[in-house]
């Protein structure tokens, strides 16, 4: 399942390396993480970045990112950083 949907499958014939994404779909990604509740800094300690929580065993950034979204699980962003290392 893709989290941002490109205009031509990735693994399709004829597809590309450089894939482009309808802005809709990307905005609606970014607002997805925009709607994060913000982490409070005193317990900044506690809690570790989505991608370094799958290495250890989570499971897939995909599968993660898409609970996350569906309130599967919980999550926050960091306020003072930006895009997937945020969450």
């Known amino acids: 399942m893709d989290i941002v949907k ?3 499958s990735r693994t399709s014939r004829g597809s590309v390396r450089s894939v482009a994404f309808s802005q809709q779909h990307l905005d609606e ?3 997805a993480l925009q709607e994060l509740p913000l982490l409070a800094h ?3 300690g ?3 970045p989505i991608a370094y ?3 250890c065993g ?3 950034f995909e599968d993660a990112f ?3 979204q569906a309130d599967s699980i919980c999550g926050c962003r960091h306020p003072d950083k930006a895009g ?3 969450v």
Do not use: K
Request: glycine share 8%; charged share 15%; with cysteine.
């Open 29 to 31: 990604f970014l607002q």
């Open 46 to 48: 506690d809690f570790y």
């Open 66 to 68: 898409i609970d996350l």
């Open 6 to 8: 490109p205009f031509v």
């Open 42 to 44: 005193d317990v900044e």
């Open 58 to 60: 989570v499971g897939l």
């Open 84 to 86: 997937i290392g945020a």
């Open 53 to 55: 929580a799958c290495q």
